[in-house]
């Protein structure tokens, strides 16, 4: 069974910095696509960025250069670190492997807020 947990979420205020984590089991994140996710209240379910089993990055414009995804094989885990953060970041973020293969779960919710 598949397990995608996140955690790391909290209220930080406009330009602060966050750093969110994916603990996966039943998956191997080193040979898996991996993405990071977000849904705010109202807003369909959106794409962020994503990093290859070859460590290949890709981000969305409103993240891109603010926002930074990796992978640590060692601990099966991958990590949104979050710089400059804006209130329209606020929102229940998720993982997964693309483009979406497993259950949701509950997420980690990100409030920016001054």
């Known amino acids: 069974q598949v397990q995608l947990v996140v955690s790391g979420g909290g209220l930080v205020q406009p330009g602060e910095s966050l750093t969110l984590s994916c603990a996966a089991s039943?998956?191997?994140?080193?040979?898996?696509?991996m993405a990071w996710y977000r849904q705010a209240p109202g807003k369909q379910r959106e794409f962020l960025a994503r990093?290859?089993?070859?460590?290949?990055?890709y981000y969305i414009d409103s993240v891109k250069g603010r926002f930074t995804i990796s992978r640590d094989n060692t601990k099966n885990a991958v990590y949104l670190q979050m710089d400059s953060t804006k209130p329209e970041d606020t929102a229940l973020y998720y993982c997964?492997?693309?483009?979406?293969?497993?259950?949701w779960g509950q997420g980690t919710q990100v409030t920016v807020s001054s």
């Open positions: 990093i290859t089993s070859a460590g290949r990055t």
């Open positions: 997964n492997e693309v483009p979406g293969i497993y259950d």
């Open positions: 039943g998956i191997d994140v080193s040979i898996a696509t």
